[in-house]
Antibody, heavy 120, light 110 residues
Framework: EVQLVESGGGLVQPGGSLRLSCAAS????????MHWVRQAPGRGLVWVSR????????SYADSVKGRFTISRENAENTLYLQMNSLRAEDTAVYYC?????????????WGQGTVVTVSS | QSALTQPRSVSGSPGQSVTISCTGT?????????VSWYQQHPGKAPKLMIY???KRPSGVPDRFSGSKSGNTASLTISGLQAEDEADYYC??????????FGGGTELTVL
């Protein structure tokens, strides 16, 4: 079964750091671009970051640029999101997402999400 | 990176058709044929319904269709069913390897 499972969320104080992980299974992880998408409580989806299949090219939303770092370990089928200098507005469910179907925009597999709460 | 504009809510009766619009700019929706649509039920992860403006993944009913004209993309759901009641989000490539979502539309099946 093709699956993405996020972990690493939790409660962190403003200014703190957190590293999210996303374990992939059921497909050849190294062959796919991956993204992080977040959703604040009661709000819409927001694109956060993207990483190409070999980890050599990254891109970020302006709201997280310079604070978040996306990376991957293909040998371990794992995607990461290092989040530093966290703010209250970073509070959200963070989804790990695969780009598939040969499409540039086909976010075809989503994890169940991990909750990040930034609060003192 | 401003969010794409979607109506907050739409509604329709079972069997009817509804269309959800998604308006962007020439930098995103109008500039690329990379618009996708997602269905999200409460408490669940989003599900891909349409990609590359008009393509439908395997398993998505052909009642769901996508189109685009200028800076506005649309998702049409025909033959509405109770299980279609959900939130729908559009997403567009916005250049420079960035993407932007719409604010979401709540679909109510009356």
């Amino acid at each position: 079964e093709v699956q993405l499972v996020e972990s690493g969320g939790g409660l962190v104080q403003p200014g703190g750091s957190l590293r999210l992980s996303c374990a992939a299974s059921g497909f050849i992880f190294s062959g796919y671009w991956m993204h992080w998408v977040r959703q604040a409580p009661g709000r819409g989806l927001v694109w956060v970051s993207r990483l190409n299949n070999d980890g050599s090219s990254t891109s970020y939303a302006d709201s997280v640029k310079g604070r978040f770092t996306i990376s991957r370990e293909n040998a371990e089928n794992t995607l990461y999101l290092q989040m530093n200098s966290l703010r209250a507005e970073d509070t959200a469910v963070y989804y790990c997402v695969r780009v598939g179907l040969g499409g540039f925009d086909a976010f075809d597999i989503w994890g169940q999400g991990t909750v990040v709460t930034v609060s003192s | 990176q401003s969010a794409l504009t979607q109506p907050r809510s739409v509604s329709g009766s079972p069997g009817q058709s509804v269309t959800i619009s998604c308006t962007g700019t020439s930098s995103d929706v109008g500039g690329h044929n990379y618009v996708s649509w997602y269905q999200q039920h409460p408490g669940k992860a989003p599900k891909l319904m349409i990609y590359d403006v008009t393509k439908r993944p395997s398993g998505v009913p052909d009642r769901f269709s996508g189109s685009k004209s200028g800076n506005t993309a649309s998702l049409t759901i025909s033959g509405l069913q109770a299980e279609d009641e959900a939130d729908y989000y559009c997403c567009s490539y916005a250049g420079s390897y960035t993407w932007v979502f719409g604010g979401g539309t709540e679909l109510t099946v009356l």
